[in-house]
């Protein structure tokens, strides 16, 4: 059973942004539920969304997600985890009613990222690598123009690293941004090549002022193949 007092020691935190501070969790494996102690961390509204999950291993990992978000969240406002009053902004990023403190919580399979910082806005995206089809199809419907141009000269073997690395970074600014996937992915230039591993995007019509959002791909210690990336702007 994952609890999540017993399960805090394997949370590995890494700081790859001065200020910022990125957690990657362990999730509950195939079968696995969670102790009491876990969902007694999570708000009526969290608790009632993992229960409407159609299958079980999902709304385990969605309670320990947030559970384990909520305890590091407790332990740098001092409070208990299920105090925290989580709710969606304005732009339906998630935030912390009365507390500046930015987050953002990503989860893919068995593992969980979170990303905090006192007052830059956070994004954070991690997939594990699983087969991709049709690429060709997705490809075209997510990528830039300018990325779209390279995507047709990879070779087949190269394209599903490359989809994978782009999606992440765009995944990632566009939480940064706080309007998720209501901006057309298409519309973010991140490029598909490993290196380099940072870059910055600029935005103009997705938000009142332009901007930019900056963004670096993270090297994560799993022995299973992924892509990760964080991603920040200023308020």
């Known amino acids: 059973m994952w609890d999540v ?14 200020g910022a501070q990125v957690w990657l969790i362990p999730l509950p494996a195939d079968g696995e539920s969670v102790s009491a102690a876990t969902r007694a961390c999570l708000s009526a509204e969290e608790v009632g969304r993992a229960d409407r999950f159609a299958h079980s291993h999902h709304a385990m990992r969605y309670v320990a997600a947030h559970a384990a978000a909520r305890t590091l969240l407790g332990e740098l406002l001092g409070q208990k985890p299920a105090a925290l009053i989580w709710s ?42 699983r087969p991709w089809e049709p690429m060709d199809d997705l490809a075209r419907e997510v990528l830039h123009p300018a990325e779209a141009a390279l995507w047709d000269h990879l070779p087949p073997a190269a394209r599903a690293l490359a989809l994978y690395t782009a ?28 290196s380099p591993a940072q870059g910055r995007w600029v935005f103009r019509s997705q938000a ?15 022995q299973e193949a992924c892509s990760a990336c964080l991603a920040w702007r200023h308020p």
């Open 208 to 222: 009142p002022e332009p901007g930019a959002v900056h963004w670096q791909d993270l090297s994560l210690p799993l």
């Open 88 to 129: 969606a902004q304005a732009d339906g990023k998630p935030g912390l009613a009365d507390h500046p403190l930015q987050f953002n919580l990503s989860h893919s399979h068995t593992w969980a990222l979170l990303a905090i910082h006192p007052t830059l806005h956070m994004g954070v995206d991690l997939e594990l690598h």
């Open 5 to 18: 007092e017993g399960a805090r020691p394997r949370w590995r935190l890494m700081a790859p942004l001065p």
């Open 167 to 194: 999606w992440t970074r765009k995944e990632a600014c566009l939480k940064a941004l706080g309007t998720g996937l209501r901006t057309p992915p298409e519309e973010v230039h991140v490029g598909l090549a490993a």
